[in-house]
């Protein structure tokens, strides 16, 4: 690497250390030129987009094996969550010592159970998961059980009126094991390590995944806010890499979720070293907010007007191409994206290196016998 020219995202002097390899310059005639690297020593708030199918997930898998490479010394420095929607990434368990994480109720051999402290969830996520409304009758019963709390769910199933709705929805939320006073994140934020987090058997429940994600980004955040106050030249708790795949599942409307991410994370995560990488076929979905807060966007090919036109409304100045002629140049292949880069102010064409682990994305083929 030493020699070779390069381009480094995220970072404008040089340095070889703490750098992911994901691809190489691809130049007009599609042959492919200097290497593409990301730094990871500062934190960062990256989006990768593009229409389905043309290498998102694929990036977003790169990204997780070159963590996984990382020497030991600045790997340890961080932890890295992955929250996979659509089980994608859930086949790279093992690789590399990367772990995946799932709810009790869709536990697939070999993952280790995803319990989510019933401490983190708030009045208003208790609102958002039920789809009560905070003022109503049934968020003023609940209000009511939770004064005094936390309380674990099975508790507050007590402390709501026997028979009613509420309670029954409470039973529901009992029954899926997936909130425990006695959980911790703490396994997620063992220095070094990968952990998938596969919530794809909540396919259906936009609520569940909204809880989840709520909740673990939001402790994230006060953890490090926390350990933040106290570092002095060592780290008790490592700095925190989350990758969401689908993010516009979190990010679209008035989620619990999307506001702590845009809130918290975007907004204010970088002094207590939180970075993001949001992955999503929709970028127009997301909010101005997030396209204006992402230092680095990894752009496939898109070609939906909304989307184009969201990107384009968000180009910063030094992008002297429009969006869309730029796009014109990534051909109709998988893998290549237009990256800029806010930090050497630069946007490039290049194509995403190719995966050495099993990439789980793709869509199946019909068997003709
Ligand atoms: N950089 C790449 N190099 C080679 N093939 C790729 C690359 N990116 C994507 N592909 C191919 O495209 C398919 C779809 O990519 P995927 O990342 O799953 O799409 P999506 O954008 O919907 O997440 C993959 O299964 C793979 O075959
Ligand atoms: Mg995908």
Known sequence: MSCEKRYLLG????GEDGVLYVGRYLALDGSQGAGVYLDVLKPHAALICGKRGYGKSYTMGVIIEEFARLPLAIRKNFCVIVVDTMGVFACMKG???????????????GALPLEIPSCSLSFYDYCE??????????????????????????????????GSTLSGLLRMVASWGLFSGSATFDALLKPGSISILDLSGYGHEPRIRSAIVASLAR????????????????????????????????????TRAGRVLTNEWL??????GLSLVLATQRPSALGKEVLSQADVIVCHRLTLRDDLEALESARPTYVKEPIQEAMARLGAGRGAAIVVDDTTESCHVIKIRPRESEHGGGEPVVYLD
């Open 11 to 14: 970072r404008r002097d040089g």
């Open 129 to 162: 998961l039920l789809g009560i409304e905070p003022l109503s009758e049934h968020g003023a019963d609940l209000m009511g059980a939770m004064d005094n709390g936390p309380f674990e769910v099975e508790g507050l199933v007590k402390r709501v009126k026997p």
């Open 219 to 254: 402790a994230l955040y006060d953890i490090r806010v926390e350990a933040r106050r106290a570092e002095n030249g060592k780290r008790e708790k490592p700095l925190v890499w989350l990758l969401i795949d689908e993010a516009h599942m979190f990010m679209d409307g008035d």
């Open 95 to 109: 690789w590399e010592g990367i772990r995946v994480f799932a709810p009790p109720a869709h536990r697939r051999e």
């Open 267 to 272: 907004r204010q995560g970088r002094q207590p």
